[in-house]
């Protein structure tokens, strides 16, 4: 299985993913509910925007998963330190 690949969540459980793409079809609704009289290619370089934002959440936080999941590296062992006191 490749390190990257996660299991769908089920409805009852929390999903980063899915919370920022319904964030993110919650505001194209409202953006796009008024065209504001920009032309076309605004919106359809718009709509390609939000793909790729979430393109990159979802990489972003596939990421942030993997960072937790992988084991930390043992800490190293440190040698004794002298200390010479002085009178």
């Known amino acids: 299985m490749d390190e990257h690949t996660t299991t769908q969540p089920s409805?009852?459980?929390f999903s980063w993913e899915r919370?920022?793409?319904q964030g993110l079809q919650a505001f194209?609704?409202?953006l796009f509910r008024?065209?504001?009289g920009?032309?076309?290619e605004f919106w359809r370089h718009l709509e390609n925007a939000a793909h790729e934002l979430l393109a990159a959440g979802r990489?972003?936080?596939?990421?942030?998963l993997?960072?937790?999941?992988?084991p930390s590296p043992p800490p190293e062992e440190r040698g004794?330190?002298?200390?010479e006191w002085e009178d």
């Open 66 to 70: 993997f960072r937790r999941r992988r």
């Open 38 to 40: 920009l032309p076309e």
């Open 34 to 36: 008024y065209d504001f």
């Open 59 to 64: 990489i972003l936080l596939r990421a942030l």
């Open 28 to 30: 194209r609704r409202t």
């Open 11 to 13: 409805e009852e459980e």
């Open 80 to 83: 004794a330190i002298e200390i």
């Open 19 to 21: 919370w920022i793409w």
